[in-house]
């Protein structure tokens, strides 16, 4: 189950990206740089972590959480992670403003300076820690901040530059709204919440590889040695196909294991088979040698997210049922 071993040396430091206007940023209309603010916490990617903290906090409860708690634990959620996107995109302003897919982003723009995206950056992790420690509880302050500092450091200085497998290990990082969901519940940690959070690390990589086959280009314009650009598409389809069938393994454990029923058991086991379709026709496709549109990666992509969007309302629903 190993990936390429191929390590790539970051690039050199390239300049910001170019401000579309010679007009100081804090002198951009209102609405225009809340918005810009906003965008910075990358909210589409942070839904997808909500996603997997609340039904967690339904499953530790075994119902219905008080709901004030859950507000709380998305709030400071939305808040940690929102700081470490935005402290990512300070990090990677350099080459945000050479990629397509990134030249819209609030410093490549010149919306937000980079003092400021790295002010709000640290402003919300200061926060979001604050409120998990002081309304919900000191444990899922500490796995917060430690996912922040994962994904700011880890992830983003140390591996992204560096070697193909980025992804792989970088994805500890949104692993972790499982293990804080569970945690704000019951301000301790058990085998349920840690079988969902090998679920998601073995989701992440089969989850990001087809997009990052599609925008090949843009990370290897950039130096960013995502598996996609170093590797042929056989390689990267064979590396999804694998993750794939231990994800899915991995997700049948929470049963046996006396979490869930067989309501759990029979989405899990529908859902699973399905990807794995998806990941084998990728596979098939990639041995076809199939390029362009016809290669059809987006697909499974996009099952990737409804996969496990389903998965988890099984978690919350479970419990009701048993």
Not at 231 to 244: E, L, P, R, W
Not at 276 to 287: G, P, Y
């Amino acid at each position: 189950m190993s990936l390429s071993g191929v390590c790539v040396t970051a690039v050199e430091s390239r300049p910001a990206g170019v401000i579309g206007t010679s007009q100081s940023p804090s002198r951009r209309p209102v609405g225009a740089r809340v918005m810009a603010f906003v965008a910075l916490t990358k909210p589409r990617i942070i839904e997808l972590l909500l996603i997997t903290t609340v039904p967690v906090m339904f499953l530790a409860q075994q119902g219905v959480p008080d709901l004030g708690l859950v507000l709380l634990t998305c709030l400071g959620g939305y808040l940690s992670a929102g700081g470490a996107n935005a402290l990512n995109m300070y990090i990677d302003r350099d080459i945000d403003a050479l990629m397509d897919r990134t030249s819209q982003r609030p410093l490549v723009t010149g919306m937000v300076s980079p003092r400021e995206c790295l002010a709000f950056g640290i402003t919300l992790a200061v926060v979001s820690t604050l409120l998990f420690g002081l309304t919900v509880n000191w444990l899922s302050a500490w796995l917060a901040l430690g996912a922040l500092l994962f994904y700011v450091v880890v992830y983003t200085m140390l591996l992204k530059r560096r070697t193909s497998q980025n992804i792989v290990w970088g994805g500890i990082a949104g692993c972790m709204p499982v293990l804080i969901g569970w945690s704000a519940v019951t301000d301790s940690l058990s085998w349920a919440p840690v079988v969902l959070f090998l679920v998601m690390f073995f989701w992440t990589p089969p989850h990001y590889w087809p997009l990052s086959m599609k925008v090949r280009e843009d990370y290897a314009r950039v130096g960013v040695p995502m598996l996609p650009v170093i590797a042929s598409n056989k390689v990267v389809a064979k590396q999804i196909v694998i993750y794939s069938w231990v994800m899915v393994a991995v997700s049948l454990l929470l049963t046996p294991l006396g979490y869930t029923g067989w309501f759990y058991t029979t989405v899990a086991l529908a859902a699973g088979g399905w990807w794995l379709w998806e990941a084998h026709s990728l596979q098939n496709r990639a041995k076809a040698e199939t390029t362009g549109g016809k290669l059809k990666e987006m697909r499974l992509f996009h099952w990737s997210i409804t996969y496990v969007s389903l998965l988890f309302v099984a978690v919350a629903v479970d419990p009701f049922l048993r």
